[in-house]
């Protein structure tokens, strides 16, 4: 039998966020779009363009700012005119909670200058009274052309659905386990209120779904439900995903899982960065599970054995660190040079164990002497064994060669 790859794209109606240059689509298979998040106070109009145009240039395709209140909300056109200006065309999406159907009405510049609203169906859910905060920003967001998301939250999970499903669990004649009721929950707290915008007037191509869980195993379950039950555009993550290696590693397990069932349409990393750190790490993450997986592909990959005890000396590690970096921050110049450069493949390479083979699967390749070999560093081209480097420009002679092949 062929041993398969992943699952074909679950089919959903794309929606196209923002207009001209930096318009993107969510769905509707169109490639996945990386998406990120500010941490600035949106009211402070330097610090948040600043920190927008750092994503955007780091390769957000979409970055959402927070709109809590007045303040917030008459910064966000002018931080799209100061973004346009510097042109950093990147769609803005504006997060709102409990008062964005008044934000919106009351700063109609903020309703325009945004290319999609996020909405949380746990807080301003389309029940009871909260129906006039629902339906207000869906109406909003039919009058300005705009996208919506809906996003329910398993730490805002709307509490009447789940209190009903509760009660109808607990008189069933086989009730499920809590947690189980919570993932409907969910799942419910989503669809309808989706299908409930779509009754107002949002047409479906205007919606995105998520419904975050901070718990790996809830949340593919969850969205493996939604993607079942619907064909809305789907938008991936974990929320709450944590700190350092943990937040990264369990981010990439859950949407890693979905994404290769063929699941998602955009994705987010929502890490919680060191105090001061850096913001666009959570853009890079997106960007290499993406191209790890095979789903799109942004800079040229480098592959690199983990170094063993066959690499006593630094050597190694300084020059696959230092090919990494050049590349890195070589890119934004290359892109415009040397178009389709990000499908290059570079392997550094520890020892003769792997090395040989590892590079000849690369476009190029270089394998290091390990501990006790000849001190002499075969490099591969296409395949084939094309040079032996030595000595201590070894580095800028390997990048020299790279350079060289792809102008070729
Ligand atoms: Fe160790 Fe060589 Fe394997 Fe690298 S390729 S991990 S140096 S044995």
């Known amino acids: 039998p062929e041993i398969a790859g992943p699952a074909p794209r679950h089919g959903t109606v794309g929606v196209r966020i923002g207009e001209g240059e930096g318009a993107v689509t969510i769905g509707g298979g169109a490639p996945i779009v990386v998406q990120s998040m500010t941490n600035t106070d949106t009211a402070d109009v330097d610090a948040t363009v600043a920190q927008v145009a750092a994503l955007a240039r780091a390769g957000s395709e979409i970055v959402r700012i927070t709109v809590d209140r007045d303040e917030a909300a008459a910064s966000v056109p002018k931080i799209r005119e100061r973004l346009d200006r510097v042109g950093v065309h990147v769609p803005l999406v504006g997060d709102f909670h409990y008062i964005g159907h008044k934000l919106l009405s009351d700063h109609p510049a903020c309703a325009e200058a945004l290319a999609k609203y996020r909405i949380n169906p746990g807080n301003v859910g389309f029940k009871e009274k909260k129906d006039l905060q629902f339906s207000t920003i869906v109406e909003m967001a039919a009058r300005h052309g705009k996208a919506v998301r809906i996003?329910?939250?398993?730490?805002?999970?709307?509490?009447?659905?789940?209190?009903?499903?509760?009660?109808?669990?607990?008189?069933?004649?086989?009730?499920?386990?809590?947690?189980?009721?919570?993932?409907?929950?969910?799942?419910?707290?989503?669809?309808?209120?989706?299908?409930?915008?779509?009754?107002?007037?949002?047409?479906?191509?205007?919606i995105v779904l998520s419904a975050k869980v901070s718990a790996v195993q809830d949340l593919i379950a969850v969205y493996r439900e939604?993607?079942?039950?619907?064909?809305?555009?789907?938008?991936?993550?974990?929320?709450?995903?944590?700190?350092?290696?943990?937040?990264?590693?369990?981010?990439?397990?859950?949407?890693?899982?979905?994404?290769?069932?063929?699941?998602?349409?955009?994705?987010?990393?929502?890490?919680?960065?060191?105090?001061?750190?850096?913001?666009?790490?959570?853009?890079?993450?997106?960007?290499?599970?993406?191209?790890?997986?095979?789903?799109?592909?942004?800079?040229?990959?480098?592959?690199?054995?983990?170094?063993?005890?066959?690499?006593?000396?630094?050597?190694?590690?300084?020059?696959?660190?230092?090919?990494?970096?050049?590349?890195?921050?070589?890119?934004?110049?290359?892109?415009?040079?040397?178009?389709?450069?990000?499908?290059?493949?570079?392997?550094?390479?520890?020892?003769?164990?792997?090395?040989?083979?590892?590079?000849?699967?690369?476009?190029?390749?270089?394998?290091?002497?390990?501990?006790?070999?000849?001190?002499?560093?075969?490099?591969?081209?296409?395949?084939?064994?094309?040079?032996?480097?030595?000595?201590?420009?070894?580095?800028?002679?390997?990048?020299?060669?790279?350079?060289?092949?792809?102008?070729?």
Request: hydrophobic share 40%.
């Open 226 to 408: 939604v993607a079942r039950r619907s064909d809305y555009a789907i938008h991936l993550g974990l929320t709450e995903a944590g700190m350092g290696t943990k937040g990264v590693v369990a981010a990439s397990a859950a949407m890693g899982v979905l994404l290769q069932e063929g699941i998602g349409d955009t994705i987010r990393y929502s890490l919680t960065p060191e105090p001061g750190g850096d913001r666009t790490v959570e853009v890079k993450a997106a960007q290499e599970l993406l191209q790890t997986m095979g789903f799109r592909t942004f800079v040229p990959l480098v592959a690199a054995c983990p170094g063993c005890g066959r690499t006593t000396s630094t050597v190694f590690q300084e020059l696959a660190r230092d090919i990494q970096n050049w590349i890195a921050t070589s890119m934004p110049e290359w892109r415009k040079t040397y178009p389709g450069v990000e499908t290059l493949n570079v392997a550094v390479m520890g020892c003769i164990v792997n090395g040989p083979g590892e590079s000849k699967h690369a476009d190029i390749g270089i394998s290091l002497p390990g501990t006790g070999e000849s001190p002499s560093a075969p490099v591969f081209i296409d395949g084939k064994k094309a040079l032996t480097l030595r000595g201590a420009t070894l580095a800028k002679d390997f990048e020299a060669i790279v350079i060289d092949y792809i102008e070729r």
């Open 151 to 206: 996003g329910a939250n398993w730490g805002s999970l709307d509490e009447a659905l789940l209190t009903r499903l509760m009660d109808e669990n607990a008189r069933s004649e086989r009730p499920r386990d809590a947690r189980a009721v919570m993932r409907e929950a969910m799942v419910q707290s989503a669809l309808l209120s989706a299908d409930r915008a779509v009754e107002i007037g949002l047409p479906k191509d205007r």
